[in-house]
């Protein structure tokens, strides 16, 4: 599965437009109370854990907007595109992963 932020893949031409698809994922409340808690964590600025969980919520956001092409038989994603929330309030500190573009087959 290739997956491309263009809206084109150079050299290849689309043969069917199957239209968006996403995928989510969530990093809950507890992750921010162990990163945040404890301070010594945090190397040059950085927290490696937070960072980690993060990468495993795009990834979970990717696979699981890949799964959802795949159904339809496409065997490329473009116009990628990646966001992150703070969802906060009544959720509590929660950070949602979205993943979405345009499923397509191309030859």
Do not use: C, H, P, W
């Not at 409340?29 to 969980?53: M, P, W």
Request: glycine share 12%.
């Amino acid at each position: 599965m290739i997956l491309s932020s263009t809206n084109t893949l150079e050299g290849k031409q689309i043969k069917k437009y199957y239209g968006i698809v996403t995928g989510e994922a969530l990093i809950g409340s507890n992750v921010y109370k162990d990163l945040f808690s404890g301070v010594r964590d945090v190397v040059g600025g950085r927290t490696s854990r937070y960072e980690e969980e993060i990468q495993k919520a795009r990834m979970v956001a990717l696979r699981s907007m890949e799964d959802k092409a795949l159904d339809f038989g496409a065997n490329a994603i473009i116009g990628l595109k990646i966001n992150y929330a703070n969802l906060g309030g009544t959720m509590g500190n929660t950070i949602l992963v979205t993943a979405y573009g345009t499923a397509i087959t191309y030859v």
